[in-house]
């Protein structure tokens, strides 16, 4: 009986991070469309936080964490989600929800670059092949003139990689920061934190603020998604995955993602799919898989200490 329950929860874990983190490219999409960016990202980070902070409290776990850790937070907190997260929901104003999909699953990429810069990793010879095969790819995908001809496409392109950069440098920085034990806690103090700089962030821009009272009904729905499934629900089945399955089953969210974003993005947002774009997706995440199968995972096993110390 327990081996079925655990067998179900593993189900409904994976299709929280294939379906769900896969989704909340076009949530985002559709709620920028009439919401300021950082306003949004702010909003869905500082209540999933605080609910977190309520699960907690209502489970009997302590939120306690040394003043090490809670700076440790706040910073994984900006590279994550003020700056990784906010800049991308900003970024999406000027490019569709499946193409910015596919460009950050590149991330794997990126990451191995920056292993190899920052503290000088070997690259094995399949995983250069992966990163030549990455590069064909990205150029493919932002080489369109169908993208290139939409205004400032070029610039939300631009920003989206200096995101993954910020995602990239914050998976490495988890991997040997003091941080909460308690994943769970761990999370809540990175949405929290990182939605009140982003609070900061739309008051520096002077974005205006509005009830959720006078959205749309579309950006309601699209904001309690946000919040209770793609910023908790998918984020602690993706922990839970790191601990009961094998990093390489988990890894299989980097190529079912941006094939989800960019489904629903031509369904829901009538997003054009380009035969290019089709090929450059192909090759970018055969690369990708080159990486992250000799590799190891590195990235996603370096992601996962950020919130699985526990």
Known sequence: MKKSKNTLLIVLAFFSIYVIWGSTYLLNKIAVSELPPFMLAATRFVIAGVLIFAICKFMGISIAISKKQLQNTIFAGFLFLTFGNGVV???????DSGFAALEISAQPLLVLILMLILQGKKIQLMSIIGVILGIIGIYLLVSQKEILSQENSILGMVMIFICMISWGYGSLFVGKADLPKNYFVNTGYQMFTGGIMLIVASLIFGETWSSPLTWSIDVQISMVLLIVFGSIVAFTSFNYLLRVV????????TYVNPIIAIALGWHFLDEQITTQSIIAAAILLTGVYFINTKKKLTLFSRFGRMSSKS
């Open 89 to 95: 929901v900003w970024a999406l104003k000027y490019v």
């Open 246 to 253: 094998s990093p390489e089953k988990v890894a299989t969210s």
